[in-house]
């Protein structure tokens, strides 16, 4: 079957912090792969995908690669800002367009 | 210009009580879907529509009936409400029912079921 396993929360940085968000998926097939960021009181938006092995998404200095070796899709930011403070998903969807989510990360950055 | 939006945002209701959100995409796409987040923020497909066609539905209540009366419309009615039901409802939407595509979700409507 198809399932994410996303690194567990809450995750508190200080700003200008190097963040790694992990996220591993099991899948049928070959699987699309997403990140969508929730940020308080709304609802989610994409943030980067990669739709087959070896692409690397990016956005808002953000970056993953979906990795088919070690089925993983590991979220990176080389500096973070209170602004980024929000909740992480990552995300597969195979087939049709049915997306499976992980549990979500709750990623805090303080001043 | 909102481009998936719900109504209403906030919905506060006794059990036992019947209710719907409606929901609408003015992105021209062929597929919507509705998700339950639950009170730890987990997500969860309920169903999906492809052009007013029902293609998932997950294992969820019969309470819950999907309606599609257009390409930009997907309600959601639930029957007999219960305080399981207590949860945020996201409506999405996508160009089409390909893997690849991003969806777009609604700004969500928190249900409490009292």
């Known amino acids: 079957g198809n399932s994410v396993t996303q690194m567990e929360g809450p995750v508190t940085l200080s700003e200008e912090a190097f963040l790694t968000i992990n996220c591993t998926y099991t899948a049928t097939g070959y699987p699309s792969l997403f990140w969508y960021v929730q940020y308080p009181g709304e609802g989610l938006q994409l943030l980067l995908k990669?739709?087959?092995?070896?692409d690397k998404g990016s956005n808002k200095g953000f970056e993953a690669t979906y990795r088919k070796e070690t089925t993983s899709f590991h979220l990176e930011k080389g500096s973070v800002q209170v602004s980024d403070s929000a909740v992480y998903f990552c995300?597969?969807?195979?087939?049709?367009?049915?997306?499976?989510f992980g549990t979500g990360t709750r990623l805090t950055v303080i001043p | 210009d909102t481009a998936v939006s719900q109504t209403p945002k906030y919905l506060v209701t006794q059990m036992g009580n019947d209710k719907s959100i409606k929901c609408e995409q003015n992105l021209g796409h062929d597929t919507m879907y509705w998700y339950k987040q639950d009170s730890k923020k987990f997500l969860k497909i309920m169903f999906s529509?492809?052009?007013?066609?029902?293609?998932i539905n997950e294992t969820v209540p019969n309470r819950f009936s999907p309606k599609s009366p257009d390409k930009a419309h997907l309600n959601l009615h639930i029957n007999s409400l219960e305080l399981g039901d207590s949860a945020v409802y996201f409506c999405?939407?996508?160009?089409?029912?390909?893997?690849?595509?991003?969806?777009?979700f609604g700004p969500g409507t928190r249900l409490t079921v009292l």
């Open positions: 990669a739709t087959k092995a070896d």
């Open positions: 995300a597969l969807s195979a087939g049709a367009n049915n997306l499976f």
């Open positions: 529509y492809n052009n007013k066609e029902l293609i």
């Open positions: 999405a939407s996508s160009p089409d029912a390909s893997s690849y595509n991003e969806q777009f």
